[in-house]
């Protein structure tokens, strides 16, 4: 989809829809166009079709004029930036069951902050344009081609471009993630993923890959990542993509995602029922790889590290068993008393990995609980950190984003729960599962400022829904773009 900016005479431009966000009490621009229809706006609000409740929209058909319909937005005194994004949304949704080929979004009201206001609506549509494509699925492309962003004044012309372009590449970004996530786990594989990868890098100069094979990993002595692979046919890859768009003495921010292509459990094998959303077990890489996408397309100016560490958790003859202790990278030794608590194996050795980049700051993103969906629900990321700056960022990240996240203590109470007789440490404790999962990547990740994001909540929904969801690359984005606008 097409997005730009325009400030000309609202009624002069060519296009078949005009969304419009207003309350009861009618914006300047929802009066002009009230006027316009010969009260058509204030009649609908007379009749209470139209409430004027942030998020309800009234799809108004004319057959006269040139916009052959209006999409009522409601906007109420009350606006949070969820409902802000919510609202956009919906508009989305209805404009999108519609034939309407070309949309005009009117600016005023939702928002003040036009550059932010054009992201969310530019960040949405593309999102609400995206479906799922492959394994014999054909979605019908949407009639919508175009969105124009429109606003009264002049001065605001520059700021809603560079929030459609913002807004674009982060959709974009997030459905990149959306669809990796949503492939079946016998397409996307480790393979699958390094050559996604691969192609990533492609005529990009700012960008290159380079994959780990097992052989790698092995010289490295990754034998906690590698432990959770042996049971597999699907061979490990530890992917690493390197952005480079800040100069080379600019420490980089390095991503780190989960990709367990899928997660049986392993001999610790999980229970049948909904087993098949264990192939949304690599959302966390995923997440990296729709930033990164993003990244490529704003060209912001930063250095940015993302490692994938991409295995398939099965059970097998040769697979690790409960009571094996493996030796991670940084020779710590594990004792893995359950095997399905795999992601935290194959991140400590990646984060000690990450080590040798030099990083400013690491971030870890993992479906690594289910603790978390009880603690937070579906709403709501997981985060723990050892920065109290960097933990204040990537909320306000979220904040800002509507991609929003909590923070959990990572206290020494909590880390004494994973000790255990044979090893360093046990790959299981007792009760806070997130909280003992994030204390056992802490002992990792003790060299630099991390943070840890628990999305097993938040990356993919379940039921008639059922799909990945792009998140949190909104929040890794906007905490990134806010460390680009330093350099
Ligand atoms: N990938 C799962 C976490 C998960 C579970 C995400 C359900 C989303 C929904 C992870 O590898 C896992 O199995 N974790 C275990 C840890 C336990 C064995 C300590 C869990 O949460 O049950
Ligand atoms: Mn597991
Ligand atoms: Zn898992």
Known sequence: MEFNASTANLL?????????????????????????????????????DFTGKTGQCSLLHRTEGHFKRIVLVGID????????????????TVILKTPSKK???????????????????????????????GTGIKPTPKTLKALTFWSAAKKDSSAAKTGLAYGTALGNGMNVARQLGNLP?????????????????????????????????????????????????????????????????????????????????????????????????MCGGASVFGVINALLATNLSVNVIGIVPAVENMPAGNATKPGDVVTSMSGQTIEVLNTDAEGRLILCDALTYAGRFKPDTVIDIATLTGAVIGALGKVTSGLLSNDDDLAEQLLDGGTRSGDRAWRLPLWEEYDKQIKSNFADMANIGGEAGTITAACFLSRFTKSYKWAHLDIAGTA????????????????????????????
């Not at 990993?217 to 993509?241: C, D, F, Q, T």
């Not at 379940?462 to 460390?483: C, D, F, H, N, W």
């Open 12 to 48: 002069k431009i060519k296009a078949d829809s005009l969304i419009l966000p207003t309350g009861l009490e009618l914006t300047t621009t929802a009066k002009e166009i009230d006027d316009a229809l010969d009260g058509a706006i204030t009649s609908l609000i007379e009749s209470k």
């Open 77 to 92: 005194s009350a606006n949070t930036t969820q409902k802000v994004i919510s609202a956009v949304e919906s508009a989305a």
């Open 103 to 133: 949309a005009v979004w009117v600016a005023d009201g939702l928002s003040n902050d036009h550059q932010w206001l054009a992201s969310i609506v530019a960040r949405s549509f593309s999102t609400a344009t995206y479906a799922y494509a």
């Open 185 to 281: 786990a016998n397409i996307c594989t480790p393979n699958y993923l390094a050559s996604q990868a691969k192609k990533l890098a492609k005529d990009q100069p700012n960008l290159t890959t380079t994959v780990l094979k097992e052989a790698d990993m092995k010289e490295l002595k990754m034998g906690s990542l590698l432990s959770v692979s042996a049971g597999s046919v699907e061979p490990a890859n530890l992917i690493v993509m390197n952005y480079k768009g800040a100069a080379s003495n600019v420490k980089p921010i390095v991503l780190v995602g989960k990709a367990v292509t899928f997660d049986t459990g392993g001999i610790s094998l999980k229970p049948g029922r909904g087993m098949d959303e264990m192939k949304f077990d």
């Open 460 to 487: 993919w929904l379940s039921g008639a829904q059922k799909g990945a969801t792009g998140r949190p690359v909104p929040m890794l984005m906007e905490y990134i773009r806010s460390k680009a606008s330093e350099n």
